[in-house]
T-cell receptor, first 112, second 109 residues
Framework: SQTIHQWPATLVQPVGSPLSLECTVE??????LYWYRQAAGRGLQLLFY??????ISSEVPQNLSASRPQDRQFILSSKKLLLSDSGFYLC???????????FGPGTRLTVT | RKEVEQDPGPFNVPEGATVAFNCTYS??????FFWYRQDCRKEPKLLMS???SGNEDGRFTAQLNRASQYISLLIRDSKLSDSATYLC??????????FGDGTTLTVKP
């Protein structure tokens, strides 16, 4: 069966500090991978998606970036965090683009 | 206008009640439809896919109306454990998912 991992679970970072969140998927190959952010009490906002190694599409311009160095690894980064980057960051995978998505447990980020 | 709209609620219902949620979408070319459930401070979990012919999974029934561009979720015989936020998801033919902001359900004893 497939599983998706994210870490860390929670993170408190000062404004201006760098960020690296990691997501890995097990039990499948060549998944489509996604990064979402959810602000408190709001819906999910798609940040990035990837259909393969090194292929990243950005949905929302901001100070975040994503990379996919391996087939089942997806990394979300920032060089300098802003207060507005606080939120619940969720990684998701899907087998093919019209199939259902499965989410990791998420990282709750607070920028202070 | 949002691409996917849901009544945020909250819906407060007694145990055993039947409750229905609707979700409207603006892109007539949307291909796939889903309902997710999200508990407080947890990740969304797939509840069910929504098929053109309608589908049922136990106490849950999902329906799609392409002509009117809405999907619905019906929960029968509500349980306390059904309390959660229900997210409507619409996927375009390119595979992009758009999430509604969710409908909050509280089932009370």
């Amino acid at each position: 069966s497939q599983t998706i991992h994210q870490w860390p679970a929670t993170l408190v970072q000062p404004v201006g500090s760098p960020l690296s969140l990691e997501c890995t998927v097990e039990g499948t190959s060549n998944p489509n991978l996604y990064w979402y952010r959810q602000a408190a009490g709001r819906g999910l906002q798609l940040l990035f998606y990837s259909v393969g190694i090194g292929q990243i599409s950005s949905e929302v311009p901001q100070n975040l970036s994503a990379s996919r160095p391996q087939d089942r690894q997806f990394i979300l980064s920032s060089k300098k965090l802003l207060l507005s980057d606080s939120g619940f960051y969720l990684c998701a995978w899907t087998r093919q683009q019209n199939y259902e998505q499965y989410f990791g447990p998420g990282t709750r980020l607070t920028v202070t | 206008r949002k691409e996917v709209e849901q009544d945020p609620g909250p819906f407060n219902v007694p145990e055993g009640a039947t409750v229905a949620f609707n979700c409207t979408y603006s892109n007539s070319a949307s291909q796939s439809f889903f309902w997710y459930r999200q508990d407080c401070r947890k990740e969304p979990k797939l509840l069910m896919s929504v098929y053109s012919s309608g589908n049922e999974d136990g106490r849950f029934t999902a329906q799609l109306n392409r002509a009117s561009q809405y999907i619905s979720l019906l929960i029968r015989d509500s349980k306390l454990s059904d309390s959660a936020t229900y997210l409507c998801v619409v996927k375009s033919w390119q595979g992009k998912s758009t999430f509604g902001d969710g409908t909050t359900l509280t089932v009370k004893p």
